[in-house]
C-alpha cells in the first residue's frame, strides 16, 4: 500500500493543508483502510522536503475529524471511524460512465466529501418526525398494513394522488394510478411496457441520467433532441417524430434534470401538439414541479385540453424524502392494464406501511407546508450557488440558471480526459456528477452537473473554490519539478 | 342489475342460509354495488316460491353482518359498508389463470371472503409491535434511514442477513447479499440476469404462480420436472439437463409451493450433482425453510459442499409479514454485480428504514422468538386443515401431507370445467387458488391449492365444509325442476 502525495508551493492552499486534503482523500475514498500506519513526522518531512511542523499540523487537521489517531509509542493509523464513514468507491477503477449513479449514491454515503453529485433534498430539511413519527397515530392500521398491499397500491395514497393531480389540473382518477417505488420504477415499468429491445425512443440531451442506464439495459436505441433554455428544439423535436416513429418521448419540462431548464407554455403546447400529429405517446416526468423559487411552471403537460394519452410520471424523492421509494404513474386504464401487470412480476406490491405515511401526509396538508417551508430555503441556495460559480470559476466556464429543481449544469471547453476531473473531485472529497454520464457526446465541450440541494451555501461555496482551483490548475498546467507526485510506501499495523 | 339465486332443497344448507348466502356472495364480489335496492319480502318469496319468513330470516342475517340496511318506507339496499368491503374481482370476467394473482390480492382485502388463496402468515400473528414499535427506537437514526439507500441495501440488514445465511450453514458474505422488495424481485432479478426472450428455464410443476406470469412476460419457455413426495423426479431431471440446457433450474426444495413437498437430502444432493454434471445453475427459493412443523428440513442446496454457485432467495412475506416486501439474493461476486445493475434500473433502492426494522428485529433474536412462538400455532392449523379435509371432502379427493410451509395442494377428477370451481367458490365467499395458475397441464385431474396459514382452524373448517358441499354437489348434477337458477331483476336507489 502506498500514499501518494503532490505539493504544489504555487497552489495557494498553504502546504499543510495540501497534506491533510489530499490524505483526506485516499482515507474516504477507501485507498487507506482503518488501520494503516502513517508514515512518522519526521520521515514524512524529509520525504516532502517539508518542515516538520507542515505535517504535524496537517496530522493534527485530520486527528481533529476523527480520520486518524495516534497510538503513544506506536505511531498514526487510520481510524476505525474513517473506515466506518469511507465511501467504498474504487477510484482506481478506469471512469465508465456506467458506474457513476452506484458511485454518487455510494459518495453521498461518506460524511467527509461535500457531494454535489446527487439531485436530492438535504436530509436535514426532511419532514422526518412528520413521517416517520406518524407511524405512532397509525396504531390502530398496524394489523391492515402489515400484508400485502394491492398491486396498484394502497387505496387511501391513490386518492390522495388524485387529489394532488387534479390540483395540478390533470383530469385523475384513483383507478388510473400505479403507485410505484419512486420514479425509477415508474420509468422502467412504462418503458418496459411500451417497447421491446431494438426500439427507439426519444428523451432530451442531456437527460436524467439513471434513464441512460435503464435504455442500454434494455437494448433501446435513444434518440435526442437538445434543451435550450426556454425547452426542446421543436424543429428538430418534428424532424425526429417525422423520420424515426419513436416509441414514446420521455421528457421532464419542469426544471429538467440536469440543465434546470423549465419549459415555457409555449413548447409544452408545441410538444403535445406534435406528438398528437405524429401519435407519438409523452411520458411526462414531473417530479421537480413543486421546487420552484421564481414562480410556479406553466401548466403540465398532462394538464393541457387533449392530453388524455400523456403518460404522467411523479415521485417524492426530491421533495419529500427519497428513501420513502414513492412515486407513481397516471394513465389511461388500457396502459394501467400492462403496467399493473409488469409491477406484478417485478416485486407484486410496495409496502402499505409507507404507502399510507405519504397518503395521510398529503391528506392534513403536511405536504403542501412542508413545501412552502423549504422551498425559500432552497432558493437560498440556488442563489448562493449561482455566487460561488461567480466568484470562484474561472471565465471560459458556463452555467446553466435554474429557476427550480436542484441542479446547475456547467460547460467549458475539454481539457480534462473525460472522466478525469470527476475522479480528482472525487479525490479530493468533492462529489460531482459527470457531464459523461448525461448522453452529451460533445468532445469538445466538457460538461458537469452540481446539485445544490444536500449543501449549505458555505458547504457548496467551499467545494466550488477548491473545483475552480483543479480547473485552473488543469487549464494552466506545465511540467515542473515543483508539484511532482511522491508515492510513499506504508505498513499495516 | 340482476340477483341470481338457486334454491337446492335436496341441499344440506337451510333455505334461509342458501338465500342469504348467495345475496351475501354476489355483494362481496361487488356484484350488487352499494345502494342496490333489493326485492322486498313478499316478491322475492313469491319469486323463488318460499315462505315470506325464509327471505326475512334471509334479509336479518345480511343486516346483522351490516351487508344490507332497511329504510323505513323506502325498501332494504345493500349497504355503504358492505361495498367498502367488497372485493373488486370482476367474476363475470371469462376465468383466466393469469388474473388468478392479482384477484386473490384482491379477495384477502374482502372482510367477509374466507380465503384459503394465499400462502401468507396471518396478520393476527404478525409481530406487528416489534416491528413497527421499533420506529420509535430508531429516532436517532431517523434522518440517516430517509435518503436514497445503497442499491445494495442496507449495511445492518446485509449483515444480519450474512449471519442468518451462516446459521443455515451458506457460507455467506454480506458483499454476496443483495436486498429486494421480497422474494418476489429477488426472482425477477435473477430471471432477467440470465436469461433473454425465448431461452428455456425449469422448473417444478406445480410451482410458485408469480413465476408462471414472470416466465410469460419474459417470454421463457417453461421446462418442468414433475415433483415427487419426497422432490423432483430425477430420472426425469437429468433428461432435461442433458437434452434441453436449460439457463437455470428454479426450484423450492423446502415445503414446494404449492405441493407442501420438502424435498429429502438425498433428492438435495442429486439436484446439485447433476446441475453440476451438465453446468446448470440452481436458483433455491427457501422462503418456507423457517415454517416446519414435525422437524426442520435438510440443509439448504446452498449449503451443501461445492454449492458455490448456487443462487439462493430468500425472503420474510411467509415468516414475519409480506407488507414489509423484504427479500434479498444471495450470490457470487460476478452475478451480484449483474444483479445490482438491474436493481439500480428497477427501482434505484429500496427503503432504508423498513430495511432496518428487519436488521435490528433478526439482531436482537427478535426473529427466532417470533418463529418459536408462531410454529406451534401453524402446526395446529395444519393439522387442522387435514381433520377438515378428512371429515368434509368426498373419497375422491386427495391431498398432499405438508410437513411445513402453508399448502396443501388437492387432486380430484376433472368435475368442473376449467377455473369453474374457483369461481363457484369465489362467488360462495371463499377463496381457493385454482390449480390452472400452477401450469398444471393435466385435462384429466383438477388441482386446487388451499392455504391455511391465515385462518383458524375453525374457519378453514367452515369453509372446507362449503367447498366439500360444491364438489359433491357437482359430482351428482341432474338437471331437475329443483334448484332451477332463478334471475330476479334489481333498480337502482
Request: glycine share 8%; net charge positive.
Amino acid at each position: 500500500m502506498s500514499l501518494y502525495l503532490q505539493i504544489t508551493r504555487k497552489n495557494n492552499l498553504a502546504i499543510y493543508r495540501q497534506v491533510a486534503e489530499q490524505i483526506r482523500a485516499q482515507i474516504n475514498t477507501g485507498r487507506l483502510p482503518s488501520g494503516t500506519r502513517l508514515p512518522t513526522v519526521r520521515s514524512l518531512s524529509a520525504e516532502l522536503g517539508v518542515t516538520p511542523l507542515t505535517v504535524h499540523n496537517a496530522y493534527n487537521e485530520l486527528q481533529a475529524d476523527g480520520l486518524i489517531e495516534s497510538v503513544v509509542g506506536r505511531g498514526t493509523y487510520v481510524s476505525d471511524e474513517a473506515q466506518r464513514d469511507a465511501m467504498p468507491v474504487d477510484t482506481d477503477q478506469p471512469f465508465h460512465p456506467d458506474n457513476i449513479l452506484g458511485d454518487i449514491l455510494h459518495i453521498m454515503r461518506a460524511r467527509h466529501v461535500r457531494s454535489m453529485a446527487v439531485a436530492i433534498p438535504d436530509p436535514d430539511l426532511a419532514p422526518i418526525d412528520e413521517i416517520w413519527g406518524r407511524v405512532n397515530q397509525l396504531r390502530s392500521e398496524w394489523i391492515n398494513l402489515s400484508g400485502y398491499g394491492e398491486i396498484e397500491g394502497d387505496g387511501k395514497l391513490r386518492a390522495a394522488l388524485t387529489l394532488w393531480l387534479e390540483d395540478r389540473g390533470v383530469k385523475a382518477a384513483p383507478s388510473r394510478v400505479l403507485v410505484t417505488n419512486g420514479a425509477m420504477q415508474a420509468l422502467n415499468i412504462v418503458t418496459r411496457a411500451l417497447t421491446k429491445p431494438g426500439d427507439s425512443v426519444l428523451t432530451e440531451e442531456p437527460t436524467f441520467l439513471g434513464y441512460r442506464h435503464l435504455l442500454k439495459t434494455q437494448r433501446i436505441r435513444p434518440l435526442t433532441v437538445p434543451v435550450l433554455p426556454d425547452g426542446p428544439d421543436i424543429t428538430r423535436l418534428e424532424q425526429i417524430l417525422k423520420s424515426e416513429k419513436p416509441r414514446f418521448y420521455y421528457t421532464i419540462p419542469a426544471f429538467q434534470n440536469p440543465t434546470g431548464v423549465c419549459f415555457s407554455a409555449e413548447k409544452r403546447q408545441a410538444i403535445l401538439d406534435l406528438c398528437r400529429k405524429y401519435g407519438t405517446q409523452i411520458v411526462e416526468d414531473d417530479v421537480y414541479s413543486d421546487l420552484y423559487y421564481d414562480q410556479p411552471p406553466p401548466a403540465a403537460i398532462a394538464a393541457l385540453p387533449h392530453s388524455q394519452h400523456v403518460i404522467y410520471l411523479g415521485g417524492f424523492s426530491k421533495t419529500i424524502m427519497s428513501g420513502l421509494r414513492l412515486g407513481f404513474i397516471h394513465a389511461s386504464p388500457p396502459l394501467m392494464r400492462k403496467f399493473v401487470a409488469l409491477r406484478r412480476v417485478s416485486d407484486l406490491s410496495g409496502a402499505p406501511m409507507v404507502q399510507r405515511l405519504l397518503a395521510e401526509f398529503l391528506n392534513d396538508g403536511g405536504f403542501k407546508r412542508h413545501m412552502r417551508r423549504v422551498r425559500p430555503i432552497y432558493q437560498q441556495r440556488r442563489n448562493g450557488m449561482h455566487d460561488g460559480l461567480n466568484r470562484f470559476m474561472p471565465s471560459f466556464v458556463n452555467w446553466s440558471r435554474p429557476t427550480g429543481g436542484f441542479c446547475y449544469w456547467l460547460d467549458m471547453p475539454r481539457i480534462f480526459a473525460p472522466g478525469a476531473l470527476y475522479q480528482l473531485a472525487l479525490e479530493n472529497g468533492i462529489g460531482i456528477a459527470a457531464g459523461e454520464a448525461f448522453f452529451t457526446h460533445d468532445t469538445q465541450r466538457e460538461h458537469f452537473r452540481l446539485s445544490f440541494g444536500n449543501l449549505t451555501t458555505e458547504a457548496q461555496q467551499a467545494g466550488i473554490e477548491q473545483l475552480g482551483r483543479m480547473i485552473r490548475e488543469q487549464a494552466s498546467k506545465r511540467p515542473g519539478a515543483d508539484g511532482q507526485l511522491k508515492e510513499i510506501a506504508l505498513t499495516d499495523r
